[in-house]
């Protein structure tokens, strides 16, 4: 039995890289460190796996080369009018760079799973700042921390041991008593149940406790109702008491705040609470991103095209306009007539008008594993995992790159090289055309 240490798990945004993992026989045999959720990648991976690439041809799968799931892929999307790339969030920086660069090749739109996550919140961002920081400096600094429409005890579980609740601080005596724990949501989630203070609001009422909580930081509580959003106005006044007090605050929020009513002016009063209580203490604010790599997709996209998401290149120069270029509404208005998903699922997470135009244009499926969206799909290609067979590049949720380890061999081709394949090869058609 091999056992390999400092393995980054590349489940969820948190990436830990204190993984360790034993190999018997080339095969994962056994997880250490990680959660319920990164020890199943591990160990789910072992033969769960298609062996090979498929197509679809009339009502079987039929197994075919990498060669010719190549040259299908090709043809394709250098024929398209109005091509998607979408995904983008599991795979390596380095691939997300060829997608980048294929869009703008074949004219298409690409655009990563931040249009249904954290869309907003960079929308937001881009309006009035990003006062952030390192989940270390959190580790380390922070006192009271606010999870805001998100549960990270089943979505990032490592989150609280490593980073909050649970995590030795440097810098205070006895972090486990002396942090306080602020849940703001609506139910009582399992991370709700560990808090010192649970808020419970009402459905699309984030904006109206941001607004009391900034009024009441601002010395106008007198101004708020009894109830703001069915929260008493005495937890609201006793919050923003907590959070004024603390010498270090961190605010993490999730989709629970930035999908529902509101989306990025929600965001943006979050931002906006965080710079009222900088007048009074230290406070960060960031988001808690889902995927392992959908930060490296916003960095990157941003890099090569000046935008984070949703990039559309049909007129030859990027354009971007959220709501108009996002995958879900090229998809919704039948726009597309033909796709690449990259490591991601959009048919467990789209609306059904969407999965059902991917059904009927020729959808390509880079997945290792099969998914919901296999049975969308015209053409699905396994590829090595990033993290596991794979190395590459990732960003974690707080913006830190990782680099992530490849420590067993299987054979697979990895998606950055199958995508430099396809790109090449549609540039030397696009030459000789
Ligand atoms: Fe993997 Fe996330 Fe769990 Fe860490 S918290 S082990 S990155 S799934």
Redesign the pocket.
């Known amino acids: 039995v091999d056992k390999i240490r400092h393995v980054v ?1 590349p ?2 945004g ?3 890289d204190d ?1 360790m993992i034993e190999v018997t026989d080339g095969k994962i045999s056994g997880v250490e460190n ?2 319920t ?2 020890a199943h ?1 591990f160990l789910d991976d072992a033969g769960n796996r298609l062996k090979g690439p498929i197509m679809r041809t009339g009502d079987e799968w039929v197994d075919i080369s990498y060669e010719e799931a190549i040259e299908f892929a090709v043809k394709v999307l250098s024929e398209a009018d109005r091509p998607l790339l979408y995904g983008w969030s599991g795979c390596a920086t380095e691939t997300q760079a060829i997608g980048a660069h294929l869009a703008e090749l074949i004219g298409g739109v690409v655009d990563s799973t931040t249009s249904v996550c954290h869309g907003p919140s960079i929308l937001a961002i881009q309006e009035v700042g990003h006062p952030g920081c390192t989940l270390g400096q959190v580790k380390n600094r922070a006192d009271t921390i606010i999870y805001w429409g998100s549960n990270p005890i089943e979505a ?4 609280l041991s490593r980073y909050t609740n649970y995590a030795d601080a440097y810098f205070l005596h006895n972090a486990f008593r002396e942090r306080r724990v602020i849940v703001v949501d609506v139910r009582k989630t399992p991370t709700a149940e560990i808090a010192t203070e649970f808020v419970q609001l009402e459905q699309g009422g984030d904006y109206h406790v941001l607004s009391a909580l900034r009024a009441i930081i601002r010395g106008r509580g007198d101004i708020i109702p009894d109830m703001v959003a069915g929260v008493p106005k005495t937890q609201l006044i006793r919050v923003a008491d907590m959070c004024k007090k603390a010498k270090f605050g961190a605010l993490f929020f999730g989709v629970g705040i930035t999908m529902t009513g509101g989306k990025y002016k929600n965001i943006r009063n979050a931002i906006e609470f965080v710079d009222e209580l900088n007048r009074h203490t230290k406070w960060t604010i960031s988001p808690m991103r889902g995927h392992s790599n959908v930060y490296g997709s916003n960095e990157v996209f941003t890099w090569i095209t000046g935008y984070p998401f949703a990039v559309d290149y049909s007129r030859g120069i990027a354009f971007y306009n959220p709501g108009e270029t996002t995958a879900v509404d090229i998809l919704a208005r039948k726009e597309a007539d033909a796709a690449l998903i990259m490591a991601s699922d959009p048919g467990a997470h789209f609306p059904r008008i969407c999965c059902e135009h991917l059904a009927k244009i020729p959808t390509i499926l880079f997945d290792p594993y099969p998914s919901a969206t296999t049975h969308l799909c015209t053409l699905q290609i396994p590829s090595a995992v990033n993290g596991i067979d794979a190395a590459g590049t990732a960003y974690r949720m707080d913006g830190i790159p990782i680099r992530t380890r490849k420590f067993i061999e299987t054979g697979y081709p990895t998606d950055t090289e199958l995508m430099e394949k396809i790109y090449d090869r549609i540039r030397q058609v696009k030459e000789n055309a």
């Open positions: 798990c489940y969820c948190c990436l830990c993984i990680a959660c959720l990164g990648k990032h579980p490592r989150h």
